[in-house]
């Protein structure tokens, strides 16, 4: 280190823009520069996305052929089965949706999209990436202390949680609750930071209307995040107390109460679905923009239909809690309520097709991408108001049911939304482009196997299937053949989906080695971001910081030649 | 502007030309932060709420557990607010010449090392007295809520000796002394919330 | 009207006897969950609210002063 840092300083004077600091592995993991973060928090994201797609492959092979002996795994234990599916969904939402929709594209975004050189607080930043980095450690740590990983289900209700004997993990689950509330340490830090560049380092001439809708978005869920995740901090501090320290705030033997958890869990836990969800609606957006080369339709409708689905999205939380006994007009207030947020999501599916309606469409793979969010997202969302429903929830809870809208709606969030943006900003971020055909290989070989998991998902969950059972087989209304098949179907297609992304990581390596040149702007698109090198520079724009003259979604102009007006030119 | 044809009609705009920040971003970030701060109390003061309730209020404090030593803290609290009060001064007099705010600056670093540290005694008598985390909620919750709350004092504290010593070399800025201040007053205002919740 | 007619449907049930989940702990702890359940959910929203009018009337101000310099270059 020492070493590192006075070779930096001996050319110091030699470049003003030039990166110093540490050299070697280390200059990665100390960079300030936003871009950098991003990458850090981009590949960290997905290296813990195979983490956990790895996961879901061996418990659904134990759920559909039980007792099998999985290749890479071996045979799957009742302990090993609950550790796989709880951290399969931490890891997913919060080392997967989160780092990459939020962190990275935030990170990568924000500056470039608003004309600034880096974030606010670069250092701030970079604490919250190595935060981030530990907790993923101290993750993946836990799965192998003694008595094995947390197996308690990402929602970890207390007393299950809380108590060793109950939960057999003793380290495990202090571990992963550690590693939980790193991660929030490391999103909080990084909110600060989007929100503040955002409000204070617009480029000149940028107004509020004229930021793209993706930043916007970013930084919706940031406020949401942060106004969100104190109780839920809170609530941690306690379990974690009770599993250490021996309290008692969640024991009803000595006073406490466990549905307390669940109150303070879920506050957070909903208005962080639109953590993630707002972020993959903005990407989405720009991207439909771009290729149905139009103007938004209603921009400022967008904006305050996501500013009413933020505030709605505190009022909406007790539905998780249905059968938890609640008090019935309790419930009777979140029912409506649950129903009534999807109106401003129905709103946002309209602006896109009103903005897709007489476009000149491209059907490139990052459209691809961004159409199929919005036809699946809406399965998961037309399914929630099953689920809003407090009658109808006293069956579906717990089910499949619960289980296959969630996916219908995380994963065109954290994987279509995801690849959406990585397709669409590859060329930005390594400076070369995709290879398209490779990509619409790799669409198919996700979308037509995604549907095939989940549809006999929502089956199984109306036929009666709980969730987090280990082994079908003890429970014979459970274990009937058509049953048995519709689970084997869903397995096979995971495997089918899986061996598809080798396409992608295919892609993304000959793109990166071989992939054309991709210039400056080679979507013709109008944001800022398109108006310097691929990839940026460090600061971004060495020249000059640019100036802003008008929206960033002005396509097909009647009196321009060219269809797009990028934002920062005079006329 | 909607959409349609009126949307090409583009409205004249001035010149672009950088714009001052509407709040300086040290003192925004910090108020951010602050507002995840309220809310993580918020969320203390809930559970305390439910579990109290938990008793129907009869057992409050549980047999066998001591009283809450209330007046004393009563006290420590008024010392506290002064503190703040104190630290309000101080930013006047920076803002009319930096070197003046030294003293009260200091004051009030003082008045709250003397809150953290009479919380501290009192926390050492009833450890005695048989109160603590695992004896009861009721102790769980009082060192959970007053130690975070002890917590963010003492890091309140430095941040404001640090202040101080760059006020000492000349240093400090206007912004950071905002942002400073902006987490001590937090740190002084929730804890009359915090006192009533948990002595009272 | 009809948020008022959706509140009065909202606020009358009781608790379905049949409904093996809808009881809970003594009456006390159910005041205090929705007390804190309309206290955590106001609480930020009163903030951002906050917050906002903060914002807007520091913007109203700044601007207005730059008027004014505009208006006296010497001042
Ligand atoms: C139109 C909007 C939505 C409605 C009305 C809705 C409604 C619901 C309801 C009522 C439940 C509780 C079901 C139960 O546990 O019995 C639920 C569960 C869930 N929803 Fe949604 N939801 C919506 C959107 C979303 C979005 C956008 C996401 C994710 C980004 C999401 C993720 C989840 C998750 C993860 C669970 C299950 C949590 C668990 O128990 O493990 N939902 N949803
Ligand atoms: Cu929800």
Known sequence: MAHTATAADTHHDAHAHEHHGPQGILKYLWSTDHKMIAMQYLFTGIAMGLIGAYMAYVFRMQTAFPGVNVPGFGQVSPGEYNSLITNHGTIMIFWVAMPVLVAAFGNFLIPLMIGADDMVFPRINRLSYQVFLLSAIVLIVSFFVPGGGFGGAWTAYPPLSAVAEYNQTNLGSSLWLLAVALEFVAFLLGGINFITTLMNSRAPGMRAYDIPLVCWMIVIASILFMLSVGPLIAGAVMLFFDQTLGTGFYDPARGGDPVLWQHLFWFFGHPEVYVVLLPAIGITIDVIATFARKKVFGYKLMLYTTVATGVLSFFVWAHHQFIAGIDPRMANVFTITTLLISVPIAELCFVIIATLYGGSIRLTTPMLWALAFMAEFLIGGVTGIFLGASGADIYFHDTYFVLAHFHYTFFPIAIIGTFAAFTYWFPKMFGRMMNDTLGKIHFWGTIIPFNIIFIPLFVLGIGGEHRRIYNYEHFPELAGEGMFMLRQIATVALLVMLIFQVVFFYNCYVSWKKGEKAGKNPWKANTLEWTTESPPPHGNWPEGLPNVYRGPYEYGHPDRKEDYWPQNQPS | ?200 | MVLLALAAVALVPDAAHACAVCFDGPGETRQAFFATTAFLTLLPLGMLAGAGAWLRSRARRLESEDVEKKQHPES
């Open chain 2, 1 to 200: 502007m909607s959409a349609g044809s009126v949307a090409y009609q583009m409205e004249q705009r001035p010149e672009p030309v950088r714009r001052a920040p509407l709040v300086s971003s040290g003192l925004l970030g910090m108020l951010i932060f602050i507002f995840a701060e309220v809310m993580f109390f918020a969320g203390l003061i809930s559970a305390h709420t439910i579990v109290r309730a938990q008793t129907a209020g009869a057992l409050w404090p549980p047999y066998g557990q001591p009283r809450l030593p209330v007046e004393q803290t009563a006290v420590n609290t008024a010392a506290l607010l002064v503190s703040g009060i104190v630290l309000l001064l101080s930013w006047f007099a920076f803002r009319r010449e930096p070197s003046s705010a030294r003293i009260p600056l200091a004051l009030s670093i003082l008045l709250g090392g003397f809150f953290v540290y009479a919380q501290g005694t009192e926390w050492v008598a009833l450890l005695g007295e048989g109160l603590t985390m695992q004896s009861s909620t009721y102790g769980g919750f009082f060192y959970l809520i007053v130690g975070t709350h002890a917590l963010h004092a003492v890091g309140a504290l430095a941040a404001l000796g640090w202040a101080w010593a760059r006020l000492n070399k000349g240093l400090l800025t206007e912004t950071q002394l905002a942002t400073v201040a902006a987490f001590w007053y937090f740190v002084v205002l929730v804890w009359p919330v915090l006192y009533i919740q948990v002595y009272l």
